[in-house]
Nanobody, 125 residues
Framework: QVQLVESGGGLVQAGGSLRLSCAASGRTFSTYAMAWFRQAPGKEREFVAAISWSGGNTHYQDSVKGRFTISRDNAKNTVYLQMNSLKPEDTAVYYC??????????????????WGQGTQVTVSS
């Protein structure tokens, strides 16, 4: 029903910036809440940020507050993650995810119905 494709990952030095994009197909995309998760080798997949359908509700993992910004442009069927002041501990595969409860922002990985393939972010020291 919904397909998600991440892009924008790559290699960046500590202190640098990167913007991830998640392009969605499906005409109901604008009714979905969206989120970013990340997973490093040997670690559990962890919540990064979430945004409601309206864009009015957002929630962030404590470790990225003040550095990362999630946003969406429903007209373009795209969600973004602007990452500033990157640290080596931000290194992970970043995944875009979606669920059907439009205004619910959640860090619970079990809630999300649709997932992208992931994009690698590597931050060098």
């Amino acid at each position: 029903q919904v397909q998600l494709v991440e892009s924008g990952g790559g290699l960046v030095q500590a202190g640098g910036s990167l913007r991830l994009s998640c392009a969605a197909s499906g005409r109901t995309f604008s009714t979905y809440a969206m989120a970013w998760f990340r997973q490093a080798p040997g670690k559990e997949r962890e919540f990064v940020a979430a945004i409601s359908w309206s864009g009015g509700n957002t929630h962030y993992q404590d470790s990225v507050k003040g550095r990362f910004t999630i946003s969406r442009d429903n007209a373009k069927n795209t969600v973004y993650l602007q990452m500033n002041s990157l640290k080596p501990e931000d290194t992970a595969v970043y995944y875009c995810a979606a669920h059907r409860f439009a205004e619910l922002v959640s860090r619970d990985v079990r809630l999300y119905d649709y997932w992208g393939q992931g994009t690698q972010v590597t931050v060098s020291s």
